[in-house]
């Protein structure tokens, strides 16, 4: 069952909310956090029954050593979060990993591949995070105290359990285990920010994906696209992706503030930012901020004393305490999406845009202090490059395999033969729709504000501290409570739920 589904918005979600009032009326926080365990339980089994063992393994092995940890000091503190640390990861690597191992030591040996892929459980890897950030959270004594049923339901909470936001125990379980004081209001942001993610995901995102997805296969047919169609397929793929990943984050904001939790942002205007830096600050935020916090972190400042201490100079430190720890983390966020060298391509394609960034800022941070802001030149060259390298770089994370990734590049850069105005990948569709589609798409992204900046007054998300450094857009839109956005809203939900019907694509992420 997916979100962009009439089972789920007509029947499911709405029973739920159902049963979660109805039961803080008449059993309270134990009543409400029940029910939200048992809709998380339902809503898996129905989405992938065969591995819901493989959930219920992982909720208890991680709530044991939870248990462990916050009962245990110093180093037996320390070796329980080793021990539970790493069997998430050792399990997160053999789902993910078997396969690609397999097939290349068996190319390396000469021999055909000597393991298969493992079926991957729906929502391992965020799954999975939630319960590292809350063994680490633990250790470090940000959470002192783990309840079984609060803990159940932050990790069964269906809104976020199969494709994020990755949201911390810590963010969660203060919000589940409070009294709801404003379920008027909870349930008007709920509504509202189902309805412009559903309108994301199945008119927007859906749409593109008619011609996007049989570019994408065609090439990897062995079909050659000239220059323009390849940088279309290219552009037209971001703009499907981050309507369909924003959709969907929006749709878990909607349905996790009808019951009265507000998530962690996963999108900020990724596509108005003037750096690499600024990229992953506003894309797939959570992930970026797990990342940061569990792995950049427990990195930079053992690497950054370790080389100080050995007086490694300015430049040294910087390399080890902050270069290298920025390489390991990008190169980690791209082979996170799964075993292929595709996403190992996009990690290492990422990694060497940050930590050129990086450097720059580190070699020209005296010369910044005192100078005026940047022109506006300046401003409109960084994203232009900016959106150049994330272009480049998404490449192989949509190709299904190096050759085609290949090709695609070649066509990008011009140099292969054919001429630029024919249209051999998918005739039928043309280059008049293509571009119709893309400008109306970059306009959205462009000229209005994103769906936290249009709801700010219904405090849709958890507090972003960057927000107030972002433009609202050249039409700064703002939601009113009144006829008017009452009117626009319907007509986006029956246009959503409409578009619906011609039966919705997966969401991408559902993949990893």
């Not at 290949?406 to 008049?432: E, K, R």
Request: hydrophobic share 55%.
């Amino acid at each position: 069952m997916a979100f962009n589904s009439y089972g789920f918005a007509l029947c499911f979600l709405p029973l739920v909310w159902l049963g979660w009032w109805l039961a803080g009326r008449f059993a309270g926080q134990r009543g409400r956090l029940s029910v939200i365990v048992a809709a998380g339980l339902g809503f898996y089994a129905m989405a992938s029954a065969w591995a819901l063992p493989v959930l219920l393994a992982s909720l208890a092995g991680n709530y044991a050593i939870a248990r462990l940890i916050a009962a245990s000091e110093g180093q037996t503190r320390h070796r329980w979060l080793v021990l539970g640390v790493s069997a998430n990861v050792l399990a997160l690597l053999a789902f993910k990993f078997t396969g690609f191992l397999g097939v290349n030591l068996g190319w390396l040996m000469g021999r055909p591949p000597l393991w298969r892929d493992l079926a991957l459980p729906l929502g391992i890897s965020f799954f999975t995070f939630q319960q590292i950030s809350l063994l680490v959270d633990l250790a470090r004594g940000v959470v002192r105290e783990v309840r079984a049923l609060t803990y159940l339901a932050s990790i069964l909470f269906f809104p976020y359990l199969i494709s994020g936001p990755i949201t911390y125990f810590r963010e969660f379980a203060p919000q589940i285990e409070a009294e709801p004081r404003e379920t008027g209001r909870d349930a008007m942001a709920g509504i509202t920010l189902f309805t412009i993610g559903l309108f994301k995901k199945a008119v927007l995102a859906d749409t593109m994906a008619l011609w996007v997805d049989p570019m994408f296969t065609d090439v990897a047919a062995g079909h050659r696209p000239v220059a323009a169609q390849a940088w279309a397929m290219v552009i037209g793929f971001l703009l499907q992706m981050y309507f369909d990943f924003s959709g969907y984050s929006d749709m878990a904001a909607g349905c996790a503030r009808l019951l009265g939790v507000k998530l962690p942002l996963n999108f900020y205007s990724p596509m108005r930012v003037t750096s690499i830096m600024d990229w992953w600050r506003r894309w797939h935020m959570s992930l970026g901020r797990f990342v940061n916090d569990y792995l950049f972190q427990s990195l930079a400042l053992p690497l950054t004393r370790w080389s100080a201490g050995r007086g490694f100079g300015r430049w040294g430190v910087t390399g080890f305490g902050v270069l290298l720890p920025t390489a390991i983390s990008m190169f980690v966020i791209g082979a996170w999406h799964g075993g292929a060298w595709t996403y190992i391509t996009f990690g290492l394609l990422h990694a060497f845009y940050m930590v050129v960034a990086e450097a720059w800022v580190f070699a020209h941070k005296k010369k910044k202090r005192g100078a005026p802001p940047p022109s506006r030149w300046v401003l409109l060259r960084g994203h232009l490059l900016t959106m150049l390298a994330v272009l480049i770089a998404l490449v192989p994370f949509r190709a299904p395999d190096m050759a085609s990734a290949w090709l695609l590049w070649g066509a990008m850069s011009g140099l292969a033969p054919g001429n630029w105005l024919t249209w051999p990948v998918l005739a039928p569709v043309g280059g008049a729709v293509v571009a119709g589609e893309l400008v109306a798409a970059m306009l959205i992204v462009y000229t209005l504000p994103n769906t936290a900046q249009l709801l700010d007054q219904l405090e849709p998300s958890l507090p972003f501290a960057g927000a107030a450094k972002v433009s609202r857009g050249l039409l700064p839109l703002r939601w009113r409570a009144g006829l008017v956005w009452g009117l626009a809203m319907g007509a986006m939900l029956l246009l959503g739920l409409g578009f619906v019907s011609r039966g919705g694509n997966s969401f991408v992420y559902f993949g990893f």
